[in-house]
């Protein structure tokens, strides 16, 4: 089955906003073992919408469309789709009421340009959109389903995941992909490369997907068939032994959190250089109450000192970027907030600060847990939000 | 001029990471008055990449393609692309002698599959890479320039700004767009395109884009003509008056910490259930060490009381959710952290702990300046994310 996702946006190519629907519709397939074959930017230009509608012509078995939804006149989709395809709109009452409502519960006024939004092709399929106006449009061109969804993630997403792929799960009978993936640390993606092609050599009809990014290699085994990847995936795993992170690993932080809450330990944090990045991450995982107390932003010397608790005679004599300060910045934080582990993280983010002997991108990152201390001293490549990122480790 | 972007990556198309290039390519050009016609994400299949050379065929001045020169056997661009255009492959020394520096800097070993990354096309210029081993490579055929670009954003930009683009400037007698954008708060998107439409109505060689989000609507005109462009804005700002954010308005945190410093204010910060996103926010601009002290995450009401100094009566009496300890959240921080100015926030993210009378969704916002201070009732929609996104402003 072939899947083309097209993103309909000015402020995509201008720069003003990253396209975050394509990784929310490519997660979402993936999990379904589909993946689309192409993904198309274009302008809110009619011209463009047309020549991107030939292009994908009936190769596609599916277009998602995301964007161009709105009520001003830069927003063209709905109209040129169905004149692309010749179909006749009207305005539809289900979803003015919808309009009503929704901007009701917002307290703001409506404007015929708001109703503009309950123009929809006729025949068309709507798909509720509970965070906004913009309704959800689905309609069939020949052989041909074609979704029109809103350019906001938080509105596409619900229509994505509650009726799209339900959606296809129910009406297409088509060629699954099996994915099996493995995360290895301190094994660069090269070496695992000649590993695997040495010693498993995987046959043709598996594919074999690299990803080095952060000091993790994502390795990825997939073909059509579910055997065939579990057996390579097995040999595999034997063959990297104790270079790969757990089984079911999906990021550091989730297996951190996950590994704290089964032994039911608590955590803080004392942040300098990333002045919260650690506590927003860890936070993002909802139901970390019970176990992440909070932290405390060090960025400046006197909050360190005077907050935290560090010894003025330790900055004093090693700097606050120094493995002594990080080490006293968990200690303090782990007694002041009562945890049983704490993270403290403290360098140089640029692209001021740095010198010869403490250059932008030195970090010390330490881990307590009960007495035990571990004390990373780090030096990241990059810019000021490189840097910062590769702490947070994303 | 028309310039087209390819990111090519089975990982982008999968989910697996979201694309931050085409954002960063967007917004380099736009300085210079270009937008990008369109943009394409395949997969690494040789096929496809052919396929989409095929449709941008001589249509296109430039490509910039990024992603896909990693040295496993799924990294296919440059080897395609030299097919494709008939150019023959070499290794180049130099890039041996860069890869060899860059490995024996991380501590990593050399192995043949490194070594592919040196192979490019006879005759190509190659873009030196600081971040990372894959150089850029740059040729010519016919009259398109052609860019590939590797995909990590950190390795990809330093590229675009300090080759691509002097490149294009210096080469190219293009025609400008010349772009005016202004940002009003409380003021919906379709009223403004109201007023815009029966007031100033621009005239047809004026574009007029509206973007709304997070209660911010950005407005921008453009057209070739930087005076007609200007003259309309003037127009506009005219009819907007206070409905409009500061002239160089780019986002509120930059806009509020250069107030900040103007007035030399201190600034600190207590978060509950954005867990450092406000502090991170913060930091994510360089030179804010001056003001911004750091703040308390106070994620556990055991922090709010015995660290931040949240008054036991007030959780007791009104909850951690309330307009009484968002209060009380900023001027403990302010008073504990001798800082002029504070932000706490205090909220219920979900998706647990929502009740009837406090939905997931509620969130206190107080700001505190000297003895001034604002509490803000917020009633966001959506998802823990959203929610979280929504009190950080984007």
Chains 1, 2 share one sequence.
Do not use: W
Request: neutral net charge; aromatic residues 8%; glycine residues 8%.
């Amino acid at each position: 089955m072939k899947i083309a996702v097209i993103s309909i946006g000015d402020e995509l190519l201008k720069g003003t906003i990253e396209n975050k629907n394509l990784a929310i519709i490519g997660k979402e397939l993936k999990k379904m073992g589909i993946v689309p074959s192409l993904q198309m930017t274009i302008k809110d230009s009619k011209d463009d919408i047309i020549e991107c509608l030939d292009y994908l012509n009936e190769n596609f078995d599916i277009i998602i469309s995301t964007g161009g939804l709105g009520p001003t006149d830069d927003d063209l989709t709905v109209k040129t789709f169905a004149d692309y395809y010749g179909i006749k709109l009207y305005e539809n009452r289900d979803v003015i009421k919808h309009i009503q409502n929704i901007l009701n519960q917002k307290n703001k006024p409506i404007s015929r340009y708001n109703l503009t939004q309950a123009i929809v092709p006729e025949g068309c399929t709507i798909i509720d959109n509970p965070n906004g106006t913009a309704p959800g449009v689905f309609f069939e061109y020949k052989n041909q389903k074609i979704f029109l969804l809103p350019g906001p993630p938080y509105e596409m997403q619900p229509m994505i995941s509650n009726h799209i792929i339900p959606y296809i799960k129910s009406n297409y009978d088509y060629n699954k992909t099996y994915f099996n993936s493995a995360y290895a640390v301190n094994f660069p993606e090269s070496e695992i490369q000649r590993t695997v092609t040495e010693k498993i050599k995987p046959p043709e009809n598996i594919s074999v997907a690299y990803r080095a990014y952060n000091g993790v290699c994502e390795i990825t085994f997939s073909s059509n068939s579910k055997k065939f990847t579990d057996e390579y995936f097995v040999k595999f795993k034997k063959l990297m032994g104790n270079y790969l992170l757990a089984e079911n690993y999906t990021n550091l932080v989730e297996e951190t959190i996950s590994l704290l809450k089964k032994h039911n330990l608590t955590l803080s944090t004392a942040e300098s250089c990333t002045a919260g990045m650690i506590g927003s991450k860890i936070t993002d995982i909802s139901g970390v109450s019970s176990i992440y107390k909070g932290g405390i932003i060090s960025y400046s010397n006197e909050i360190k000192e005077h907050i935290l608790g560090v010894k003025n005679s330790t900055l004093e004599k090693h700097g606050a970027v120094s493995r002594e300060c990080a080490e006293e910045m968990v200690k303090c934080i782990c007694s002041k907030f009562s945890t049983d582990a704490g993270i403290s993280v403290t360098g140089i983010a640029g692209p001021d600060g740095g010198t010869e002997e403490k250059p932008v991108g030195l970090v010390y990152i330490a881990v307590k847990l009960y007495d035990h201390i571990v004390i990373e001293k780090c030096n990241f490549i990059g810019n000021r939000n490189r840097v910062r990122q590769r702490v947070r480790g994303n």
